[in-house]
T-cell receptor, first 111, second 113 residues
Framework: LAKTTQPISMDSYEGQEVNITCSHNNIATNDYITWYQQFPSQGPRFIIQGYKTKVTNEVASLFIPADRKSSTLSLPRVSLSDTAVYYCLVGYQTGANNLFFGTGTRLTVIP | DAGVTQSPTHLIKTRGQQVTLRCSPKSGHDTVSWYQQALGQGPQFIFQYYEEEERQRGNFPDRFSGHQFPNYSSELNVNALLLGDSALYLC????????????FGPGTRLTVL
């Protein structure tokens, strides 16, 4: 499983766009990139997944450059309720998966 | 459609005791994984069950064992509890073909005194 590196914490004001970058230099050809969000005392929640270029859903966008050695989760116009820990994971899409969460990025949205 | 459910919500045990945690996966899911999350840390993989067999295991001692039933529900058993076993225990379910997209339950908060 490819190791990932993320900033430990980030602060942002309400209404701003937040970009969280994850480094995964050893990503394998078959690996996908997946992001999870976790609120205190709750289980992580799937946000978005991608393989290359750009993926967008109703919650976020995921940008993946051509070399796939990094990815950026973009949260548009954050609100106080987006304060959470965000985890970047890399691994095979199918089969047995030991999801390695690391310590994630703690995002604090300030009013 | 019910999501992943876990029971109990909270549990307090003393050192040396044994505990059983339960999980019902999201409807239609066939794979169940268990994670331990200590305060301030990311979830750590314990093991995964598929077709009633342990398919993969993380770096946890044999005191941690599990089971998956024919209806895909699962149990996590921890024997000879240590203070360090105090954590949030998360159950996650998924389809075998979508291993990276998992749905987590609310967790069981275990406190060992």
């Amino acid at each position: 499983l490819a190791k990932t590196t993320q900033p430990i914490s980030m602060d942002s004001y309400e209404g701003q766009e937040v970009n969280i970058t994850c480094s995964h230099n050893n990503i394998a050809t078959n690996d996908y990139i997946t992001w999870y969000q976790q609120f205190p005392s709750q289980g992580p929640r799937f946000i978005i997944q991608g393989y290359k270029t750009k993926v967008t859903n109703e919650v976020a966008s995921l940008f993946i450059p051509a070399d796939r050695k990094s990815s950026t989760l973009s949260l548009p116009r954050v609100s106080l309720s987006d304060t959470a820990v965000y985890y970047c994971l890399v691994g095979y899409q199918t089969g047995a998966n030991n999801l390695f969460f690391g310590t994630g990025t703690r995002l604090t949205v300030i009013p | 459609d019910a999501g992943v459910t876990q029971s109990p919500t909270h549990l307090i045990k003393t050192r040396g005791q044994q505990v059983t945690l339960r999980c019902s996966p999201k409807s239609g899911h066939d794979t169940v994984s268990w994670y331990q999350q200590a305060l301030g840390q990311g979830p750590q993989f314990i093991f995964q069950y598929y077709e009633e067999e342990e398919r993969q295991r993380g770096n946890f001692p044999d005191r941690f064992s599990g089971h998956q039933f024919p209806n895909y529900s699962s149990e996590l058993n921890v024997n000879a509890l240590l203070l360090g076993d105090s954590a949030l225990y998360l159950c996650a379910s998924s389809l075998a073909r979508e291993g990276l997209v998992v749905y987590f339950g609310p967790g069981t908060r275990l406190t060992v005194l």
